[in-house]
């Protein structure tokens, strides 16, 4: 089975932090994605890589920025968290650049910015 | 641009009835469509893809979808709500975007069912 880790499921942190989050995949799969979950919003796309060292925009990239050193790993870094940044990250992966492959999504990691 | 819409972000059903989520796409070329299923404190799951071999599509738990291109809708069924189906489910449209294809997600839908 695919397996995608999100290193830490609830976080606090305080306003003007670092944050990191940790995402791997244990099943060789090219693209990783970033998505943000906010109730009635559904699931907005921050950040996505397609290949080692490569990222694209999602829909929501500002105050974000992301690291992809290793196939198996891709970051999500807050650089200054802001209370509008408190939310559920979903991480993701999905093998290959066709257009029918499922997302395999990590349980989610809830962040809570005071 | 390609996009998905959920019709109600709320649906209520008594446990035996019929299941119906609304999902409509816009997209001026054939869509990959995915309907996904969120339980309580957990990521999403798969539970089934539309990638045009056929209109209708059976997924996982008993849930089905019919690709209809003349309404641009791609509805998610169940004929008998049972209780372990209260969830939040999404409906989902496959793009490309420069050098890559990213899934594009809909607002969403919680599903409660009723005793």
Same mark, same amino acid.
């Given at each position: ?11 606090? #942190? *305080? ?18 994605f970033w ?8 699931? *907005?796309?921050i950040y996505?890589?397609?290949?080692? #060292?490569? #990222?694209?925009?999602?829909? %929501? ?15 999500l %870094? ?22 029918? =492959? ?5 349980? =989610?990691? *809830?962040?809570?910015?005071? | ?11 209520? &059903?008594?446990?035996?009835?019929? &299941? ?16 996904? &299923?969120?339980?309580?404190?957990? !990521? ?23 690709? @209809? ?8 069924? @169940? ?28 607002? !969403? ?7």
């Amino acid at each position: 089975d695919v397996k995608v880790t999100q290193s830490s499921r609830y976080l606090v #942190k *305080r306003t003007g932090e670092k944050v990191f989050l940790e995402c791997v995949q244990d099943m060789d799969h090219e693209n990783m994605f970033w998505y943000r979950q906010d109730p009635g919003l559904g699931l *907005r796309l921050i950040y996505f890589s397609y290949d080692v #060292k490569m #990222k694209e925009k999602g829909d %929501i990239p500002e105050g974000y920025s992301v690291s992809r050193e290793k196939k198996e790993r891709f970051s999500l %870094i807050l650089e200054s968290a802001s209370t509008n940044q408190t939310s559920m990250y979903l991480c993701a992966s999905r093998k290959g650049q066709g257009l029918t =492959g499922e997302l395999f999504f990590g349980e =989610g990691s *809830r962040l809570t910015v005071l | 641009a390609q996009s998905v819409t959920q019709l109600g972000s709320h649906v209520s &059903v008594s446990e035996g009835a019929l &299941v119906l989520l609304r999902c409509n796409y816009s997209s001026s070329v054939p869509p990959y469509l995915f309907w996904y &299923v969120q339980y309580p404190n957990q !990521g999403l799951q798969l539970l089934l893809k539309y990638t045009s071999a056929a209109t209708l599509v059976k997924g996982i738990n008993g849930f089905e979808a019919e690709f @209809k291109k003349s309404e641009t809708s791609f509805h998610l069924t @169940k004929p008998s709500a049972h209780m372990s189906d209260a969830a939040e489910y999404f409906c989902a449209v496959s793009v490309v975007d420069s050098s890559a294809s990213k899934i594009i997600f809909g607002s !969403g839908t919680r599903l409660s069912i009723r005793p």
